[in-house]
């Protein structure tokens, strides 16, 4: 795919400015902190650090990051689309 990584944090119907080369979309600029609903995420099993207290979770996109093991399905989290990084729990 011509667009890169930052699609993955894009919601349907969502305003984005591309980036066109020879008429084709070979980039979108997405805000750095995006907040996004976390779709699925494995319980936190309490003493459980071989992932140093982190889990992977599915958001409403379908990307997939790792989130402390407070975060649970429903929660909204900030990411931050650069680096593809759970900032903080929103709500």
């Known amino acids: 795919e011509i667009i890169g990584p930052a699609y993955i944090f894009l919601k349907p119907k969502e305003s984005v400015q591309a980036i066109e080369f020879e008429?084709?979309?070979i980039n979108?600029?997405?805000p750095i902190?995006?907040?996004l609903k976390v779709r699925e995420a494995p319980p936190g099993i309490k003493g459980d650090r071989s992932q140093a207290g982190n889990k992977i979770a599915t958001l409403e996109t379908g990307a997939q990051i790792a989130v402390?093991?407070?975060v649970q399905e429903g929660d909204i989290i900030e990411v931050n689309t650069e680096r593809g990084e759970y900032v903080r729990r929103i709500q």
Do not use: A, E
């Open 68 to 70: 402390p093991l407070f």
């Open 33 to 35: 902190k995006v907040h």
């Open 23 to 25: 008429d084709k979309i």
């Open 28 to 30: 979108i600029v997405l």
